[in-house]
């Protein structure tokens, strides 16, 4: 193991914890467990898990480009001397190595006239600090059609790039129900043995089709939805709640907000497939958290796990552009096919790793380390 490094980890902001916020302080955890001194620097947090140092800096700026923007000019004085690597989890410039979570902003916006914005001037210039060719970033992906995105808009050194195996975390994947055990549970969530129950999770509801999940529900008289992450009072639940009543399926539309823990493994064990018509999804981990578990997936092609639910034969992978109706016809298996599903689904898992990304991007990190000390 590479010696005692002093490592910053810089993300925006840990609140509220979505995908790109879980992985950062997993990473934050697997380094201080190798040995490492770790500080979280963010504009937002209650407090770091024990053993991380956290350095808040105030959050600056009255758009969302200009507060990233105040934020990498923040990290980099902060940061300056004081830590052997600096990873970061927004892009930026000034970083050893960047966790990217995110699409290729130049990928999405190649019409000349989308690129004259304040907003698309300024997250192309921290985009390219990192992806440009000559840039010393490492930088960890999380799916090969991500990693393309980048080459194609910025020639990026393929050396450069390390695409990390799914990080799955294992404390996630919940005990297996026999079926009494599965009946009990669905009748203390409020289900009904007759319906099909879909879950959905995510934390931005337009991007990760919730919308489109409700269009599909309300031409699937059988289906209850179960959407966790947002909040319940949020605008874009109230929106949500609006169109299921337009649609006459909001008693068949259950919302939650963030959840986690025994909760969040209660939910799939007890739900019958997972519902993921995302628009855009870098990876979908809710996918690899849902065969973990056993349960089916109808998911959208343009998810960078997709592949994931083709290889275990647990479900349907849909196109990208897949209609209401289409989404509902992979929705409405029958109960043997379910099953079946199921089952392939925990086969697959016996015999795929779906955890070790983050001892990987561990040891990329430790490697980046390593190297720096011998060519400063």
């Known amino acids: 193991m590479t010696s005692q490094l002093d490592i910053a980890i810089v993300i925006f902001r840990l609140e509220p914890a979505g995908g790109l916020e879980i992985h950062a302080l997993r990473l934050a955890e697997d380094l201080v467990a190798r040995g490492h001194r770790v500080t979280i620097v963010t504009t937002r947090a ?19 480009h200009g507060r990233i923007a105040a934020f990498a000019m923040d990290m980099a004085r902060e940061t300056a001397g004081k830590f052997d690597l600096a990873v970061g989890f927004q892009r930026m410039p000034g970083l050893d190595v960047l966790f990217c979570g995110d ?61 990390l195996p799914p990080t799955l975390d294992q404390n996630l994947i919940p005990q ?39 269009e599909a529900l309300a031409l699937s008289p059988a289906a209850r939805l179960v959407a966790c992450g ?14 299921a009543q337009a649609l006459g399926c909001a008693g068949r539309l259950t919302l939650h907000g963030l959840t986690k823990g025994d909760a969040l493994k209660d939910r799939l064990r007890a739900a019958d497939l997972l519902m993921h018509p995302a628009r855009l999804d870098v990876t979908g981990m809710v ?80 490697t980046r380390a390593h190297q720096k000390r011998s060519h400063p």
């Open 287 to 366: 996918i690899a958290e849902a065969l973990a578990a056993g349960l089916p997936v109808i998911a959208t092609a343009n998810c960078g796990f997709a592949p994931l639910v083709e290889e275990a034969a647990a479900g349907i992978v849909v196109s990208s552009e897949a209609s209401p109706r289409e989404l509902a016809e992979a929705g409405s298996a029958d109960k043997a096919t379910l099953t079946r599903w199921s089952q392939s689904a925990q086969d697959y898992v016996t015999r795929t790793d779906l955890s070790t990304g983050m001892a990987v991007a561990v040891e990329a990190i430790e």
């Open 230 to 243: 947002p909040d319940p009072e949020g605008r874009k639940i109230q929106n949500i709640r609006k169109q």
């Open 176 to 214: 297996d129900l026999d079926a009494a055990e599965r009946a009990t549970l669905r009748t203390k969530l409020g289900y009904h043995a007759e319906e099909t129950v879909w879950l959905w999770l995510g934390l931005h509801p337009h991007t990760k089709g919730l919308d489109r999940a409700v």
């Open 103 to 163: 699409w290729c902003f130049a990928d999405r916006n190649r019409q000349w006239w989308k690129t004259l914005s304040p907003r698309a001037r300024t997250l192309t210039s921290l985009e390219k600090a990192c992806f440009r060719r000559g840039s010393d970033t490492l930088l960890l992906m999380l799916a090969e059609p991500q990693a393309e995105a980048y080459r194609r808009s910025y020639d990026t050194e393929q050396e450069r790039m390390i695409i």
């Open 46 to 64: 209650t407090q770091a898990p024990s053993g991380i140092d956290l350095l808040r800096v105030t959050q600056r700026g009255f758009t969302n």
